[in-house]
C-alpha cells in the first residue's frame, strides 16, 4: 500500500526478551519518527531520523531502547531485555515535503 | 518539559449535540495540531494552526489557537456517531530545525455521540 506499514501488528514477549519493530514509510518520505502510545495516553516523542541518522533521540527512554535506519527507509526498533513497563503500542510516522505527519497502525507490544 | 493538558478526558454525548475540547499549556508553540484515532489505528491529521488568534473550519468542526499560542479547542456542531474516537492535540515548540516533526501530545479526549 501507499501508506506507512509496520510489522508485526502485535507481539507478545516474556519478560527479559529482544523484540524487534519495523517501520516501512512513504516511499521518498526522509523524516522517519517512533512514537510510544501507553493505554489512556497520547503518543510520546522516541526517536526521529532524517535519512540514515537519528537527528534526535532524546526521547528514547533508556539504552535498552536502540532504533537504526542503515538505508533511509525501512527503520527497525529495538529493544533489550523486555520489562513489562514497556508495554505499548509503538507508532512510526513519516513526513514528507508537506510537513504532515502520516502514522502507521502502530505495533502493539506486550510484555508478560 | 513542555506539556499539553486536554480536557475533558471523556466525553459521552447524543447525536446532533455539540462539544468543545480543549487544549491548554503553560507554554508556547510554533504550531499546534489536532489528530483523530480510531481503535487500531494510528493518528490522522485533521488541522494544523498556525497563528495566535487563527480559526479554522473543517465541516462540522471548527479549531481554533489562542492568541498568545499556548491553547487551542476544537468545537464541534451537530455531532454524529461518525465523530467517535480520540482526539489529540499535539504541540510543534519550533517551526522548521531537527524539532520539527518532534511532537508533544496531549492525554487525548475519548468521545462517545450515541445515536
Known amino acids: 500500500g501507499a501508506g506507512v506499514s509496520q510489522t508485526p501488528s502485535n507481539k507478545v514477549t516474556e519478560k527479559g526478551k529482544y523484540v524487534e519493530l519495523r517501520c516501512d514509510p512513504i516511499s521518498g518520505h526522509t523524516a522517519l519518527y517512533w512514537y510510544r502510545q501507553s493505554l489512556g495516553q497520547g503518543p510520546e516523542f522516541l526517536i526521529y531520523?532524517?535519512?540514515?541518522?537519528?537527528?534526535?533521540d532524546s526521547g528514547l527512554p533508556n539504552d535498552r531502547f536502540f532504533a537504526v535506519r542503515p538505508e533511509g527507509s525501512v527503520s527497525t526498533l529495538k529493544i533489550q531485555r523486555t520489562e513489562r513497563g514497556d508495554s505499548a503500542v509503538y507508532l512510526c510516522?513519516?513526513?514528507?515535503?508537506?510537513?504532515?505527519?502520516?502514522f502507521g497502525e502502530g505495533s502493539r507490544l506486550t510484555v508478560l | 518539559t513542555q506539556l499539553l493538558e486536554q480536557s475533558p478526558q471523556f466525553l459521552s454525548i447524543q447525536e446532533g449535540e455539540n462539544l468543545t475540547v480543549y487544549c491548554n499549556s503553560s507554554?508556547?508553540?510554533?504550531?499546534l495540531q489536532w489528530y483523530r484515532q480510531e481503535p487500531g489505528e494510528g493518528p490522522v491529521l485533521l488541522v494544523t494552526v498556525v497563528t495566535g488568534g487563527e480559526v479554522k473550519k473543517l465541516k462540522r468542526l471548527t479549531f481554533q489557537f489562542g492568541d498568545a499560542r499556548k491553547d487551542s479547542s476544537l468545537h464541534i456542531t451537530a455531532a454524529q456517531p461518525g465523530d467517535t474516537g480520540l482526539y489529540l492535540c499535539a504541540g510543534d515548540p519550533n517551526a522548521g530545525g531537527t524539532s520539527y516533526g518532534k511532537l508533544t501530545f496531549g492525554q487525548g479526549t475519548i468521545l462517545t455521540v450515541h445515536p
Open positions: 531520523f532524517q535519512g540514515t541518522g537519528a537527528a534526535d
Open positions: 510516522a513519516s513526513r514528507g515535503n508537506t510537513g504532515e505527519l502520516f
Open positions: 507554554s508556547v508553540f510554533s504550531s
